[in-house]
């Protein structure tokens, strides 16, 4: 069993940037991996994870998350962060991290994962 907290979200205005953490607790394989994933409003989530990262410190990021998103771990604190740059009105949504165990070819797809948080609200408006 893995506990997610996410942390972070908020409400900031257009071209501001944002860190969302996530703090993660309890076992993890080693072959793990974390993501995060959005869910818009009035929408479910979406399929395709905006980041994600391999134990091993390999990453993947969406074609729509471009050079804005820069997801990062600290093992010594249990977290996983996302930092969002640039920030536009259509990033506000519901930000959830997640992980997932053994091997997989995509890392970014939401069906792949097993443990979820609660996610963290991002707003962003002028």
């Known amino acids: 069993q893995v506990n997610l907290l996410e942390s972070g979200g908020g409400s900031v205005q257009p071209g501001g940037s944002l860190v969302l953490s996530c703090e993660y607790s309890g076992f993890l394989p080693s072959d793990y991996y974390m993501g995060w994933f959005r869910q818009y409003a009035g929408q479910e989530r979406e399929d395709e994870g905006c980041?994600?990262?391999?134990?091993?410190?390999?990453?993947a990021y969406a074609d729509s998350a471009g050079s804005r998103f820069t997801i990062s771990q600290s093992k010594a604190d249990n977290t996983l962060s996302l930092q969002i740059v640039g920030l536009k009105p259509e990033d506000t949504a519901m930000y959830y991290c997640a992980v997932g165990y053994g091997w997989v070819r995509h890392i970014l797809l939401s069906s792949n994962y097993k443990y979820w948080g609660q996610g963290t609200q991002v707003t962003v408006s002028s």
């Open positions: 980041a994600a990262m391999r134990s091993d410190g390999d990453t």
